[in-house]
């Protein structure tokens, strides 16, 4: 099954989309101890794709000066177990340099990377999606996870990786 790991910052909206694309079809990651519960693993279904998607969590408690590096190390395990990356930032936020450490991490691992601006609904989200492109990440797809919005453009990027 084709393997999507969600990846990103704290806030960008990563489990709103998983909580999505899952709906109740959650299951947990039954993997290495201590990062099992930072890891979510579902079935994700986006109109007629199928394929399993993993939210990176547990950064959310970390301390700054923690963060840094289990940021790192659990973005890198949940792409090592996915065929491809949806790197997500925040639309209304901008490009940070948090997000800069992600693309690095994403640049250097060579997998497959979709790039979503998330909270992208309404206007607000408008200079953020531009500056995604800077990331030199490709295409940007604008995204409300909240309101279900880009669902399609998520799916039509999706649809030749699979
Ligand atoms: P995570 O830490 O990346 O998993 O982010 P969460 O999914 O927990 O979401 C963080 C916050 O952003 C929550 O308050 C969400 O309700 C909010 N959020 C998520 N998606 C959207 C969106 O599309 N638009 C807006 N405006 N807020 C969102
Ligand atoms: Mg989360």
Redesign the pocket.
Known sequence: MFTLA?V????????????RLVGKRLALVDDQPGVTRDLREGAARLGDLKFTVI???G??EATDDSLQGRMRRLTERAVDMADAALF?I?A?MGVTPSDQIFADILRRKGHPVLLAA????GR?GEAGMFEAYGLGLGDVIG?????G?GMADLAAALRPLI
């Not at 990103?8 to 998983?18: A, D, H, I, Q, Y």
């Not at 998330?118 to 609904?121: I, L, V």
């Not at 995204?143 to 309101?147: D, M």
């Open positions: 969600i990103g910052r704290p806030n960008v909206g990563k489990s709103t989309l998983f909580n939210d990176t969590a950064l959310e997500v925040d209304r998330n909270k992208a609904e607000a995204l409300s996870a909240e309101h919005e």
